[in-house]
């Protein structure tokens, strides 16, 4: 599909189309002569990429999308001689599409970075081909670890989380409480096996026992025979490594089977704001899970959820938010350098914090995660939410040093030289 000049607020709703470019419009088009010399085609281009119409459409989406625009508007502010463009397309859930699109915006469209992604097995096939091309690659949402593992790249920066990250605190936390024979109800492509292995991993460790896991296919509706293996397995606690609609539909079918009567306690290991929106309080109330971001957190969080919700009508996702920030600092790098050289941009985002609501003076570790604290929470009851979308009641905040797997243990090729 050609490129096609479009104003963001023009899209705002869920994307339909299998690959949709959108230039963000508003900018003046020039750059100092300064900066034009280090510029390629003296525009910084952007490439956000994620789930426009499926299962993780909702806590991606085109509200990614916004969150793109605000990062650059903000950016703009302060540069306002510097161009930048954004192309958006939808890599539907399927990694030869994803690789496909970015391929052409590397090769053909100039494009500098790529973010978002959402998609573990779209993210792992990205990552070799922004290792080929040595391009930058800003990850929200892929969980696997294998991203910062084995598969890692000098130029691949996961922003939000990994499995560790999302399965280690509430395991450790309710293994402690005598919550220690668990099952799992997974989606069965990368993110959900790499979520039950880590899971059963950690467990081991801390003397939980998993009784099994089931997976069910990525755009499946019927929950009802997975979620009764579920049950018959008598395991104290569900885990749920599934996500979006996914999630959505096993919680509302787990009340409709009357699983909700206590005997066995769910876990959502992966759990977004939209999420809960979907399923209701009657459903989500009481569930637990783990976030990196919450828009409720503070008062600087609740300006960028305020401004989000104006452009969007919904408050912003933690991977929405991860991807403003991401993209802020990727723009600073920029501005900072005065180019858009990959490697000279790559390494001033490593050297320098991020300074932002989202993650203020954490640093990217050599692996490529962003280490940032995380904050198990309870979905409230209706009785105790103050506001629209106030949904998340902090129980414990997870330091960074406590969140991420530590550095020692990685299998990622860059970390040996650290060592």
């Not at 997976?215 to 397995?233: R, V």
């Amino acid at each position: 599909m050609p490129n096609t000049n479009v104003k963001l607020m023009s899209f705002l709703g869920r994307v339909a189309s299998a690959i949709l470019v959108a230039f963000l419009a508003g900018f003046d088009g020039r750059v100092t002569t300064a900066r034009a010399e280090q510029i390629s085609g003296g525009v910084v281009r952007i490439g956000v990429i994620n789930d426009a119409s499926g299962p993780l459409a909702d806590a991606t989406g085109s509200g990614g999308l916004v969150a793109a625009k605000m990062a650059v508007d903000d950016f703009h502010k302060g540069h306002p001689n510097i161009a930048v463009e954004v192309a958006y397309a939808d890599h539907q859930n399927k990694p030869d599409v994803g690789v496909a699109i970015v391929r052409k915006w590397f090769e053909t469209d100039g494009v500098d970075v790529i973010a978002d992604v959402g998609n573990s097995a779209v993210g792992l096939a990205l990552q070799n081909l922004i290792r080929d091309k040595n391009k930058i690659a800003i990850y929200t949402a892929v969980a696997t670890t294998e991203l910062t593992g084995k598969q890692c790249t000098k130029t691949g920066f996961a922003w939000l989380h990994d499995a560790f990250t999302l399965v280690a605190g509430p395991i450790r936390t309710l293994v402690a409480q005598g919550q220690d024979t668990w099952f799992f109800v997974a989606a069965d492509y990368a993110f959900g096996k790499n979520m039950v292995s880590e899971s059963q991993r950690i467990l081991a460790s801390v003397g939980g026992k998993s009784l099994g896991a089931v997976y069910h296919p990525m755009a499946n509706t019927d929950y009802s025979s997975f979620l009764l293996q579920a049950q018959s397995s008598g395991a104290k606690v569900v885990a749920f490594a599934n996500t979006g609609d996914q999630v959505v539909n096993s919680m509302k079918q787990w009340k409709e089977f009357g699983m909700d009567d206590g005997k066995q306690r769910p876990v959502a290991e992966l759990l977004w704001l939209t999420d809960v929106h979907s399923m209701g309080l009657d459903i989500a109330g009481g569930l637990t899970s783990i976030v990196a971001w919450y828009w409720g957190l503070n008062d600087e969080t609740r300006a960028f959820g305020h401004r989000f919700f104006e452009l969007h009508h919904r408050m912003p996702t933690a991977p929405q938010a991860a991807l403003y920030s991401g993209l802020s600092h990727y723009l600073k790098g920029v501005a900072a350098t005065g180019s858009d050289d990959t490697d000279t941009v790559a390494a001033w985002m490593r050297e320098n914090a991020v300074d932002d609501f989202y993650a203020r003076g954490s640093k990217l570790r050599v692996d490529g995660k962003l280490i940032h604290d995380f904050y198990l929470f309870e979905v409230k009851k209706k009785s105790e939410v103050m506001e629209p979308w106030d949904y998340y009641k902090i129980i414990r905040r997870i330091p960074a040093g406590e969140a991420f797997s530590p550095l020692e243990q990685s299998e990622c090729p860059l970390v040996t030289p650290a060592r």
